[in-house]
């Protein structure tokens, strides 16, 4: 089969919508008939919600079906499954686990979390403990994860596991796909400066997971994660925005509406701020096309960290600009939210919650050692573990 150019997306976009139309079709039904359709994300595979289209063409898609009015998959809900654990499962799942899992990842009938990060590995996240040990058909998972975000909503999860400790860090891990509902799952909330509990630690103990939910080659689970984490930056730093979307749209809203409250300083400062968040725009729309030549690279890292930047600094300048009323803040409640939403909230939870945007999905200053050694060419760190089997590590 030929990929489909523009104009052949639009003619299978128009029998979608004739075959399912969005008023009288279930959410769920409608989601799924797209998917089978190859409508999902066209750039992938024919049969697995894709048409192996460019990946730019993508718009055209979804310009016809919000015009009629169909649903999304509710991106922002879903976004660990769609930006991190689906392109790793093409990458490297096998064919009946890509067959098994896309369809309920894309529609969202099934959320994922990322159980990556422990209390002793974060930024060396190759130093991770939690461990995996064979046995039979099954793999038996202990340990425990932390910072995991929706893990209390999830389904599934992406795994990282240490099933060699006589190798050094790198060389022992191997990458699986965990059943949130298996026995020994325990998921706990952690509650965040913002007052809710986006994310949790979760508790591995004597889960069982069958050898085909492994991703990718036993010992080989960092190159397979590697594939994760570039993902994630784009995922984070790189997402769509119209021009005053994300942080920058509340801040210049508010100046817009409310004059009595502007000074010549600040002003100078939103203006700075205002070019930078287009930059950054323009910059991520640059990188989304790049991605259709091949996988992300370390660009993502630089999207990333100019991100958790402005985002700070836009939110920093939000609440300076409303003075005493940016200092309220609404209710401290303990509340599990569904999804992160910047917009839709006030000032102060927007100052609260960037703060974490320079930790999530690796610190700034670890990508900005990324930046220097990838793309500027430094030297590299001095490592003192790289031939030190993980057993005889200090920690
Ligand atoms: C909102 C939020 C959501 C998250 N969601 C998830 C999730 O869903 N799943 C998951 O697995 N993890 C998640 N994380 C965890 C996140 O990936 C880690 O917090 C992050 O990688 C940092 O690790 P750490 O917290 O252990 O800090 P550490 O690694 O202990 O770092 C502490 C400090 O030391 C600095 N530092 C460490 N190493 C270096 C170095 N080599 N050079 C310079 N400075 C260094 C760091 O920059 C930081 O300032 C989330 C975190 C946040 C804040």
Redesign the pocket.
């Known amino acids: 089969m030929t990929a489909p150019d523009a104009a052949g997306l639009r003619r299978r976009t128009q029998e979608l919508l004739a075959a399912h139309p969005p008023a009288t079709t279930g959410r769920t039904a409608f989601l799924r008939a797209r998917f089978d359709a190859g409508l999902a994300w066209v750039h992938y595979p024919a049969g697995l919600g894709g048409l192996d289209a460019p990946r730019s063409l993508q718009p055209v898609v979804d310009a016809g079906l919000a015009a009629a009015g169909a649903p999304d998959n509710d991106p922002r809900r879903i976004g660990?499954g769609l930006g991190m654990a689906a392109p790793t499962l093409l990458g490297f799942g096998t064919d009946e686990q890509k067959q098994r899992f896309l369809r309920p990842l894309w529609t969202g009938e099934e959320v994922w979390?990322?159980?990556?990060?422990e209390p002793g590995a974060?930024?060396?996240l190759a130093a991770l403990g939690t461990r995996a040990v064979r046995d039979g058909e099954d793999w038996v998972v202990d340990g425990q994860?932390v910072?995991?975000?929706s893990a209390h909503l999830a389904r599934w999860a992406i795994l990282i596991a240490r099933t060699d400790p006589d190798v050094p860090k790198h060389r022992g891990i191997s990458y699986f796909i965990c059943d949130m509902t298996d026995p020994g799952v325990e998921v706990r909330p952690l509650r965040q400066i913002t007052g809710e509990a986006?994310?949790n630690e979760v508790f591995l103990t004597g889960v069982r997971i069958p050898d085909n939910r492994r991703l990718g080659p036993v010992g080989e689970g960092w190159k397979v994660a590697q594939t994760t984490l570039m993902n994630e930056r784009v995922s984070i730093g790189g997402a769509r925005v119209p021009r005053e979307g994300g942080m920058i749209g509340p801040v210049v809203r508010t100046w817009r509406e409310r004059p009595e409250l502007r000074t010549h300083d600040l002003h100078q400062r939103l203006l700075t701020l205002w070019v930078e968040a287009e930059v950054a725009r323009l910059t991520g729309t640059r990188l989304r096309q790049q991605l259709v030549a091949g996988q992300p690279g370390p660009e993502g890292s630089g999207m990333k960290l100019a991100f958790a930047r402005l985002n700070q600094e836009i939110s920093g300048l939000e609440v300076e600009l409303l003075g005493e009323e940016g200092l309220l803040y609404g209710e401290w409640t303990m509340r599990r939210p569904e999804l992160v939403d910047f917009t839709g909230r006030d000032a102060g939870y927007r100052y609260l919650r960037s703060k974490?945007n320079s930790?999530?999905?690796?610190?700034s200053?670890?990508l900005l050692?990324i930046v220097a050694e990838r793309v500027l060419g430094l030297p590299a760190?001095p490592r003192t573990d790289k031939d030190v089997a993980w057993k005889d590590l200090a920690r």
């Not at 930790?359 to 610190?363: A, M, Q, V, W, Y």
């Open positions: 660990i979390c990322q159980l990556f990060s974060g930024s060396d994860k910072w995991t975000s986006e994310f974490g930790i999530e999905g690796g610190t200053e670890v050692n760190e």
